[in-house]
């Protein structure tokens, strides 16, 4: 069964804007804590941002800080990562991840139970 569906990547120039969005089903509808990831070429994976369910919480990787904002609508388990001023080195793919368990917003990979099959970003220099 299909648990997370990332959608919105693509090509955009530096100082563009892009919108991801990541629909949640199954058990991953349930998550305390959802997540984005990326991968660049060569690159282990890395953390970007999560969100707590309330919304009354977010952690931002400080590469994005500042650019990049996670929101989440419940109503339709869909999570978003509005990504401003991109820049060359935010090229990769992006994830997103559920955490089902209770506990502060995480930023490890192991930390995190479903993941969706990536969207890639690239952003031209």
């Known amino acids: 069964q299909v648990q997370l569906v990332e959608s919105g990547g693509g090509l955009v120039q530096a100082g563009g804007s892009l919108r991801l969005s990541c629909a949640a089903s199954?058990?991953?509808?349930?998550?305390?804590?959802m997540g984005w990831f990326r991968q660049a070429p060569g690159k282990e994976r890395e953390f970007v941002a999560a969100?707590?369910?309330?919304?009354?919480?977010?952690y931002y990787a400080d590469s994005v800080k500042g650019r990049f904002t996670i929101s989440r609508d419940n109503a339709k388990n869909t999570v978003y990562l509005q990504m401003n001023s991109l820049k060359a080195e935010d090229t990769a793919v992006y994830y997103c991840?559920?955490?089902?368990?209770?506990?502060?917003?995480?930023?490890?990979?192991?930390?995190?139970?479903?993941w969706g099959q990536g969207t890639q970003v690239t952003v031209s220099s």
């Open positions: 199954g058990r991953a509808s349930n998550a305390l804590t």
């Open positions: 969100m707590a369910r309330s919304g009354s919480s977010t």
């Open positions: 991840a559920a955490d089902l368990h209770w506990g502060p917003l995480r930023h490890r990979t192991d930390e995190y139970d479903y």
